[in-house]
C-alpha cells in the first residue's frame, strides 16, 4: 500500500524559514517524480514545485523561484521542501504527490497518483 506523509510544518515569522518532508512508503514498481502543492482558505490548490525521480529536473511556480528548494534523497524515499523568506502569503496547506509516467510538465494535480494528507503551514506578519 502506497503512503505519501508530510510532516515539518508549524508556525513562523515573515522572513523566516522552514522544511518540509515528505516520506513515501509502498512504491516498489517505479520511481516516482514527487511534487509539492499547496491551498490556501477558499482557493484552489497550485502547484509548487516538482522534483523527477533522479533530480535532474526540478521545476517551481513563479512564486517558489528563489525562495524554495526541492530536494530528494531516494535512499531514504523522502523529498524535502525547503522554503526561506517566507512571507504571509505563502500560509496554506502543503500537500506532497506522487505521480508516475514520463511527462515534461507536472505541474497539474490530476497527474500525480498519491497524495498526502497535508501538513499546516503559517506565516506570520
Known amino acids: 500500500q502506497v503512503q505519501v506523509v508530510e510532516s515539518g510544518g508549524g508556525l513562523v515569522q515573515a522572513g523566516g524559514s522552514l522544511r518540509l518532508s515528505c516520506a513515501a512508503s509502498?512504491?516498489?514498481?517505479?520511481?516516482?517524480?514527487m511534487g509539492w502543492f499547496r491551498q490556501a482558505p477558499g482557493k484552489e490548490r497550485e502547484f509548487v514545485g516538482s522534483?523527477?525521480?533522479?533530480?535532474?529536473?526540478?521545476d517551481y511556480s513563479d512564486s517558489a523561484k528563489g525562495r524554495f528548494t526541492i530536494s530528494r534523497d531516494n535512499t531514504k524515499n523522502t523529498v524535502y521542501l525547503q522554503m526561506d523568506s517566507l512571507k504571509p502569503e505563502d500560509t496554506a496547506v502543503y500537500y506532497c504527490a506522487a505521480g508516475f509516467g514520463n511527462r515534461s510538465n507536472w505541474r497539474t494535480t490530476a497527474l500525480y497518483d498519491y497524495w498526502g494528507q497535508g501538513t499546516q503551514v503559517t506565516v506570520s506578519s
Open positions: 522534483i523527477r525521480w533522479d533530480g535532474a529536473y526540478i
Open positions: 509502498g512504491i516498489t514498481f517505479s520511481w516516482p517524480t
